[in-house]
């Protein structure tokens, strides 16, 4: 169960990563797996370094709190699930830090040991995510 719940949080946590890429708007309109490797790379090295991931991993926290901000100001219901959502993520030993689920991220889809996510490695998490996901889909139906 543990297992199944860190690989959730780590699929959360790449699809948030995609979130972050949108916060570069001269890239916005295409969703492509090449798109958003690019809006990811901030340096253009054509890799992800832990350094990207925990900066996008932090976007996604931030844009979180603000939802969460939003809702609260709302008024709506929302709030306070959505509040208990982020404290249950946060106290994730593993996961609830960006930096730590950064390192966990590229620990597991970095296949040459670089400890950077290149395209391929980038595409076999997105891919593996989607699969997990529809995974995750079909069994809730």
Known sequence: MKNKT???TVVIACLSIVGFAS???EM???DSPERLFAKMDA???RSI???ELTTALQHRDERRLDRIAKLEERGS???DEAQARYEVHKEDPMLGSPETAAAFIIANFDVDGDWELDREEMGQAFS?????RDE???RAS
């Open 6 to 8: 860190a690989f959730a």
């Open 23 to 25: 916060a570069r708007p």
């Open 28 to 30: 916005k309109g295409d």
């Open 43 to 45: 340096d253009n090295s």
């Open 49 to 51: 370094s832990e350094t």
């Open 77 to 79: 219901p929302k709030a």
């Open 128 to 132: 593996s995510i989607r699969k997990w």
């Open 136 to 138: 995750a889909s079909s």
